[in-house]
């Protein structure tokens, strides 16, 4: 970009945050059909004004835009989207780490029970699913998840006061309530964040810090094992510290965490402009803050809402299982209590390594998506059934192929991918994640209750179930793949394909006017571009 041409940016940034533009200079020419619903939901169109100046003249982010823009997102706006997802991990799974140091006991409450203490919290999930993910559409993001985020902080924190089943189901309950705003969100922040060649590596980047977290967990719990003369007990020691630092993390979004890329200040008025733009390319828009009935319909009859709500339901089987009882799982392969907590950090590392792998291979090359989402499924397969068919006295060879179940995280965290790069209208993209999320609350909710405490220590019904669940996931990606290419293939050959810079931008500003991808006549599905 030329110094004259810089000036003329710079000028005309400076103006629409004076409101100085024009209603010309704000919509362009895009056909009839493709305006569908543009005139009443202009306003609510996030980032609109910028990509008028941005197409006005006539700018195309290069490479080297591209580089230091995301930089700059990397450096604000993704660690706070990995702290979300890992203390969220942590708060939820402290009850595995409170199992270990007697929290069934004192809670007087039976297995059956304790993992009803699993389940509820997805099913509090369930309710506030939907309704989070609609607080974030039509308010500013970082107050949404800081108000959101010291609530359930708050609700950790009191866990130890509770004593007896039906006070911790409650506060269960609400704790899933809250936290149901975090992976579905993140889901929907990182496309109003990243470029759509950014969004696997950023998005499969903060899916792993579940693993960080495993991580950390797993050490917060071996150094509480260690404190000696406890004033209380030791299970209530793992939610008072976990709570605490949700409440730290909790101020930090409420001052730093903009609600787009057009509100961050760590961006120069230019590059807000750039940022948008470069969004934009994917033909799926920003944000809108608009509530659109049609929208729903459009994904109600969408075969893409129903494979993935029945890979998410298969997926979390076998998630509902690992994520609550795996230091008891390895216990059980004969490890005293300290061990499963260090081994359980192991699968959290293979768990990341697996992601970030993933991530990479994603971005890095075309049209690999599902073919890796594929692989981390078959891997999980094999695990599963040498966890089942493998003998009790291989508890080594069991151990691995337990960690190697942490692979399922990969198919999972690319299916949220999928929904960030290929759904356009925010209305839509958002109750697509609902649905997705529904099938992950259910298939949570269903997981524990596999695990009968009359099979201990092996718990056979356990892990055939994760077995099944692995296999119907991998059938459900496999035909999301399939069902994406036919409709690319089938929308090439009525349409024509999207070949010219001028088709390119008219997708763009479909997608910036909140079009569906049913309605965008040049958008194609991808898997990275």
Known sequence: MSTGEKRSLEKMALSSENGSLGPEDKVGDVEKVSLRDAASSEEGNVGLHEFAIAKQSGLRVTPEQNRRIARKIDLFILPMLCMAQGLSYLDKTALNYGNLYGMKSALHVSGDQFSWFASIFYLGYLVGNYPDSWLLQHYPTGKVLAITTFIWAIIVITTPAC?????????????????????????????????????????????????????????????????????????????????????????????????????????????????????AEAKLGVKNTQFKWYQIKHALIDPKTWLLFIASIAAQIPNGIVSNFSTIIIKGMGFTTLQSTLLDAASSGVQIASLLAAGWISMRFKNMRVITMAAGNITCIVAAACLTYLPDDQKWNRLVAYWFTSFQSVGFALSLVMISNNIGGFTKKTFTTAVTFIGYCVGNVIGPHFLIDSEAPKYVTGTKAMFIGYVIKTVAHLALGIYMLWSNIKRDRELGKVASYEDQLKGEEAGMHDLTEFENKYHRYVDTE
């Open 163 to 279: 004593t007896n089943f039906a006070g911790t189901m409650a506060n269960r309950f609400f704790l899933g309530l809250l936290e149901a705003i975090v992976t579905p969100g993140m889901t929907l922040l990182t496309s109003i964040w990243y470029a759509q060649s950014e969004v696997p590596f950023r998005s499969l980047i903060w899916y792993s810090f579940n693993g960080w977290a495993g991580i950390f967990g797993g050490f917060v719990a071996y150094g509480v094992g260690h404190i000696e003369n406890p004033e209380i007990a030791l299970w209530k020691y793992i939610f008072l510290i976990l709570g605490a630092m949700s409440v730290i993390f909790a101020v930090i979004l409420w001052f730093f965490f903009p609600d787009s890329p057009v509100d961050a200040r760590f961006l120069t008025p230019e590059e807000r402009i750039l940022a948008v733009k470069r969004v």
